[in-house]
């Protein structure tokens, strides 16, 4: 991956569009120029320029100077937009502390505590990923049929965040695997005297779908590329008898030791 892939890719996730951040590579590139010139090098029109120049001000990427023969622009520093980072994590922090309420709001618009058996369908890659982090509103524990670690499913960035989360919100983890050895490389960061993990023989149960049991919910995860989907089922009868089954299978499974 090319440096300016990496900037590319950083700055799309905090909206910046790629059509300016090709203008904000010229900018960097040339220092000092204007709307007209960036329209040349680039190909991007002249109206959708000015346009992207008022984002990249609102970014703090880039300033305007008032000539009197012409408004000329130049790059800040990348550094400036730790300002919008930290603003980010802040309105992420508001959602996440209103959440309850707005839930509470949303069943109420429908007429009650709503129904007490729902299924959700995830898709895609981004699609398990939210399932996965569902994961982490447990109460106090959650249960994986698990087929492989999170890691191995996912981009470590995002393995790395569940697994500090499920320690931040100090739940307990109980896999239920096929494997005969886990290393602590593989699962870190983890808490040990929360993280529990067995093995199953295959010939008892092999495990190749990922099933999660948490809270009233039975996650199924499927992770084949060519249909990758989540199904998160409500339903607490089904997650009593799922939660027996996996208890009946734990019993019967081999603790297995962390290895660092």
């Excluded at 000015?50 to 130049?74: C, I, N, V």
């Excluded at 050895?181 to 808490?191: H, L």
Aim: no cysteine; aromatic share 8%; glycine share 4%.
């Amino acid at each position: 991956m090319s440096q300016t892939t990496l900037i590319t890719e950083h700055l799309s996730k905090l909206g910046v569009e790629p059509e300016a951040v090709t203008i904000y590579l010229e900018l960097v590139k040339q220092g000092y120029t204007s709307a007209l010139e960036l329209s040349r090098t680039t190909k991007i029109s002249r109206t959708q320029v000015y346009r992207h120049l008022e984002a990249l001000q609102r970014y703090g990427l880039a300033s305007a100077e008032q000539l009197s023969y012409g408004t000329l622009y130049r790059p800040m520093p990348i550094e400036n937009i730790e300002g919008l980072l930290a603003n980010l994590e802040a309105e992420a922090a508001a959602i996440r502390r209103d959440l309850g309420t707005m839930a509470a709001t949303l069943q109420a618009i429908a007429g009650g505590s709503g129904p007490k058996a729902t299924i959700q369908h995830y898709y895609g890659i981004p699609g398990l990923k939210q399932a996965n982090w569902n994961v982490t509103k447990a109460k106090k524990e959650f249960k994986v049929f698990e087929a492989a670690h999170i890691s191995m499913h996912h981009d470590q960035a995002f393995a790395r965040r569940f697994r500090e989360r499920v320690i931040e919100r100090k739940l307990t983890s109980y896999d239920l695997t096929n494997d005969i050895v886990v290393y602590a490389k593989d699962i870190e960061p983890y808490e040990p005297s929360r993280t529990f993990v067995r093995h199953i023989d295959p010939k008892v149960l092999t495990i190749n779908f990922e099933v999660v049991l948490y809270n009233d919910v039975v996650l199924l995860l499927d992770y084949n590329q060519e249909n990758a989907m989540a199904v998160e089922i409500h339903h607490p009868t089904l997650n009593a008898m799922m939660t027996q089954l996996f208890d009946a299978m734990w019993h019967q499974a081999k603790p297995l030791e962390i290895i660092r």
